[in-house]
């Protein structure tokens, strides 16, 4: 199992950053993928970037050149760098890491921390 507590939300105002944190702990070598995504009420969950084991990344088109989702494996700890904050970024941002268990790909998610962005 593979356990996920993340930190660093909070209100920033337009234009401002904020750097998200996602502490992952248990079953860490079963880790696949690890990624952030962000909710808002009333509306799906949505992928907002993605890092595999190897380093690669990807970006939701409308965070492209203003968020940057890094991972450092000597803590176990994956972030995502948010610059150039407007309204629209503005929801639950969850982390989430998908893992191997017995050859069956498991996720699990973290839960949550609030991103307030004020115009």
């Known amino acids: 199992q593979v356990q996920l507590v993340e930190s660093g939300g909070g209100l920033v105002q337009t234009g401002g950053s904020l750097r998200l944190s996602c502490a992952a702990s248990g079953s860490i070598r079963s880790i696949i993928i690890m990624g952030w995504y962000r909710q808002v009420p009333g509306k799906q969950r949505e992928l907002v970037a993605t890092i595999t084991n190897g380093g690669s990344t990807n970006y939701t088109d409308s965070v492209k050149g203003r968020f940057i989702i890094s991972r450092d494996n000597a803590d176990n700890t994956m972030y995502l760098e948010m610059n150039s904050l407007n309204p629209e970024d503005t929801a639950v941002y969850y982390c989430?890491?998908?893992?191997?268990?017995?050859?069956?790909?498991?996720?699990?998610w973290g839960q949550g921390t609030q991103v307030t962005v004020s115009s």
């Open positions: 989430n890491a998908h893992y191997l268990v017995y050859f069956k790909i498991n996720y699990t």
